[in-house]
């Protein structure tokens, strides 16, 4: 079972459909109460349950800004959910330890880990005993000491700076995107952000649609060029005395478009733009959904890349949708597995009709 149908799972058990287009807001605009962890879980279900177990970057950027950019110094539910799950190594409660409950409502704000700089001067400590030790037993001698420190000081320097820089650009750029809920005109810029950030991804795939689409636009316009280029000269552009290196890049990559002799794209009937797209389907041919039919064919689901033919009164459902069907029936969500469901289903409705 992939990644992807694991998470599906899991956003299904834990999630309600009512609440999972809002889990990814929330998570931003709670950030700092629910802690790193718990605020990135939270909008990453949102997404495995909307999505079919897909995890949404965006969200993800967008929860990491708005905890940085919070300022909570409370305690979050990322404390509480650790000194819960501690609670089970402290025994019963008839041995002095405490239950779940006990230990999520009392906790208190966690110590912060030792900082990098602290890990990096415990280890360039350690790393000048050593030399030191050198030093004494005349491995090195006094210049190589004072040189190999104070080049390791450098780098320890150095290494804070751009620490510090980094640091400084993520809670500035936090602080301006996320400002928090202070006053009227930091609220509406913190809900402009969380907005902008969950709809990113619905943003993205109607942009790969649109590039899909363009490039069936071109697909009809080059085809087309190279069926008159082909009744004008007697000979197919592969053939040309002297081929242009941009237009040789288009012949191959539309060349298996081109129908062996007759109307380009035309020989069976339909449209080559797009069947440039959808790849397992006959040359130069439209599907028949006018009987009903499962669509396998295509790129991927949402890229609207397979033609088909229906008629008047008849309605197609999503992929999505029949995804949702199957888990309605009891299923896992297997689109192939909804589709024989919806056959038995309109056999009976057509039988009624």
């Keep these: 079972m992939g990644l992807s149908k694991i998470l599906d799972k899991i956003g299904d058990a834990l999630v309600p459909k009512e609440i999972a287009p809002f889990l990814g807001p929330a998570a931003m605009a709670f950030a700092g109460p629910l802690g790193p962890f718990a605020s990135m879980a939270i909008g990453q279900l949102g997404s495995m349950k ?5 995890l949404d970057p965006y969200t993800a950027a967008g929860t990491f800004l708005a905890n940085r950019a919070s300022g909570f110094e409370g305690t979050t539910l990322d404390d509480r959910l650790k000194a819960g799950l501690g609670s089970f190594n402290d025994g019963p409660v008839s041995k002095g330890g405490s239950t779940f409950m006990d230990a999520f409502m009392n906790a208190k704000p966690s110590v912060p ?12 400590g350690d790393a000048e005993t050593q030399l030191g030790e050198q030093l004494d037993k005349g491995i090195i001698d006094q210049a190589q000491y004072d040189d190999l420190v104070g080049t390791a000081s450098e780098g320890l320097k150095f290494g804070d700076r751009l620490i510090g820089k980094g640091s400084e650009f993520f809670d500035s750029a936090s602080g301006k995107l996320l400002p928090g809920f202070g006053n009227f005109e930091d609220s509406i810029a913190t809900i402009g952000s969380i907005t902008t950030f969950t709809q990113m991804k619905p943003m993205a795939e109607e942009l790969k649609k649109a590039r899909i689409k363009d490039e069936r636009e071109e697909g009809k316009i080059w085809t087309e060029w190279f069926s008159k280029y082909k009744g004008f000269t007697g000979y197919d552009y592969s053939e040309s005395k002297s081929p242009d290196p941009f237009i040789t890049d288009k012949y191959n990559k539309y060349k298996h478009l081109l129908a062996n ?33 499962f669509v396998s064919q295509g790129i991927e689901e949402k890229a609207d890349d397979v033609p088909a033919m229906l008629s008047k009164n008849e309605f197609v459902l999503t992929a999505d949708a029949m995804k949702g069907f199957d888990k309605m029936t009891g299923g896992s969500g297997n689109p192939r597995e909804a589709a024989q469901k919806m056959y038995e289903l309109m056999d009976q409705m057509e039988a009624v009709a």
Aim: charged share 25%; no cysteine.
């Design 50 to 54: 909307m999505h079919g177990g897909k």
């Design 113 to 124: 880990e030792p900082t990098n700089r602290f890990k990096r001067l415990e280890k360039f």
């Design 261 to 293: 002799g007759g109307r380009v794209g035309y020989n069976m009937g339909g449209d080559t733009g797009i069947i440039a797209a959808a790849p397992g389907m006959p040359q130069g041919m439209q599907l028949d959904g006018r009987d009903g039919i």
